[in-house]
């Protein structure tokens, strides 16, 4: 069964602090992992895709690192701010033999900036 | 460029009714995906539709289906409501090909009394 576990499930920093999310996922066969970010009360946004071939995609102060052989992934976040205060969700989408996608969801880190 | 809308954006109902939400993609998005999302079980996949077809589907039961106009807005039907089915239903569109980006609309948030 296609899983995704992400940790911690919640995270309190102080701003300017730098923090790492992790996502271990048992997916197959592995297509592409995204990292998503969502404010409470709004849509997800994407923050990062990668497939088998990348190991890190940046996006600002949001760095992501994939290693396929231990399927683990990181969301890194540097000098953090008040904004950055969110939930952030793995996804990990397999192929299928027709071709499409599927998607597994992790159920999200909650990361909170104090001032 | 506009992005995805939904409608309604709050929707109160009762067991056993039915309910329908609406989903306009960014313009030429062929792909829309619906999800349900609950405090305890997270993002769940419900179906996507691209060029009108239902091209994936998630475990959910037959009183959740789906439809894509001819101009890509989508539809998400529910019948016969019950208390769980209380969540925030996310959209999402794309170009409809692999790695594509997926850009989220800011959801329905569907409360079953």
């Known amino acids: 069964k296609n899983q995704v576990e992400q940790s911690p499930q919640s995270l309190i920093i102080l701003e300017g602090k730098n923090c790492t999310l992790q996502c271990n996922y048992t997916v197959s066969p592995f297509s592409n992992l995204r990292w998503y970010k969502q404010d409470t009360g709004r849509g997800p946004v994407s923050l990062t895709i990668?497939?088998?071939?990348?190991n890190t995609k940046s996006n600002g102060r949001y760095t992501a690192t994939l290693d396929a052989d231990t399927k683990q992934s990181s969301l890194h976040i540097t000098a953090s701010q008040l904004s950055d205060s969110a939930s952030y969700i793995c996804v990990v989408s397999a192929r299928s033999n027709f071709g499409n996608e599927k998607l597994t969801f992790g159920t999200g880190t909650r990361l909170t900036i104090i001032p | 460029k506009a992005g995805v809308t939904q409608t309604p954006r709050y929707l109160i109902k009762t067991r056993g009714q039915q309910v329908t939400l609406s989903c306009s993609p960014i313009?030429?998005?062929?792909?829309v995906s619906w999800y349900q999302q609950t405090p305890g079980q997270g993002l769940q996949f419900l179906f996507e539709?691209?060029?009108?077809?239902?091209?994936n589907k998630g475990n959910f039961p037959g009183r959740f289906s789906g439809r894509q106009f001819s101009n890509s807005r989508s539809e998400m039907n529910v019948s016969t409501l019950e208390l769980g089915d209380s969540a925030l239903y996310l959209c999402a569109s794309s170009l409809g090909e692999s790695y594509n980006e997926q850009f989220f609309g800011p959801g329905t948030r569907l409360t079953v009394l």
């Open positions: 313009s030429g998005h062929r792909s």
């Open positions: 539709y691209f060029s009108e077809t239902q091209r």
């Open positions: 990668m497939t088998f071939s990348e």
